[in-house]
């Protein structure tokens, strides 16, 4: 064999070495997500990027690309702990969603007034000012954002109301308003089923999430099966249509923890 070709196949080794190291850390410890929507809104934006730990629930067949581990339910699994920002399967489409664990296997969760309800107690909620962005279209998919200051053009501010949600066990976040009395924002009671889970949005007038059903589109309840990881942190962040237009980057969002 010519030296040359001798360089050649120590290349092929390392790039195939390189992707199967790379596959393996993705598998077993952490994942790269990018949040496509603004369902998460201010928690995490359109445009950042995250780190999703997949050591924090174990693992089921969704740990793999293409769902392609031959696993039955979960291996070396923990329970979610209510206020975990998680990514899951979704039990219907197939893709990744990422949202807010409210409900926990057994409970009763109800939203009446735009206030969650659990097991019949309420999760305070104390206004904490505005979140503001401009309008205009946000990512490579170019959403453009709702807003509770109405329809506002291109180069305006855009306003929701922002709040500061305490759950059960301590966990306190931000949800936004946009409307009162939106479209799920009164909701009967739903009884988590064993072993599942009932996710919401931080932005919860504008997120497909438990609240609806899997018969129109929604998450439903999510088996524990489908959770993926615990979103832990946002490593990058880019407002743009592009990552590569660096004058779009958000640096203050770089390596921010996901609270």
Known sequence: MAQNDGGIVDTIKTVVYALLIAGVFRTLFFQPFWIPSESMKDTLLIGDFVFVNKMAYGYSKYSCPFSICPISGRILGSEPARGDVVVFRHPVNGSDFVKRLI?????????????????????????????????????????????????VGDGSICT??????????????????????????????????????????????????????????????????????????????????????FWTWRADRFFKAVE
């Open 103 to 151: 409900g926990m296997p057994g409970d009763k969760i109800q939203i009446k007034g735009g206030i969650v309800f659990i097991n019949g107690a309420e999760a305070p909620q104390v206004p904490d000012g505005q979140f503001e962005e401009i309008m205009g279209p946000q990512g490579p998919m170019g959403n453009r954002p709702r807003c509770e200051n109405g329809a």
């Open 160 to 245: 929701r109301s922002r709040y500061r949600e305490t759950l059960p066990n301590g966990v306190v976040h931000d949800v936004l308003n946009i409307e009162d009395n939106g479209y799920a924002d009164n909701t009967d009671v739903f009884t988590v089923p064993e072993g599942e889970y009932f996710f919401m949005g931080d932005n919860r007038d504008n997120s497909q999430d438990s609240r609806f059903s899997q018969a129109i589109g929604g998450v439903g309840f999510v088996p524990a099966a489908n959770l993926i990881g615990r979103a832990d942190r946002i490593i990058f962040s880019s407002a743009g249509t592009s990552m590569l237009y």
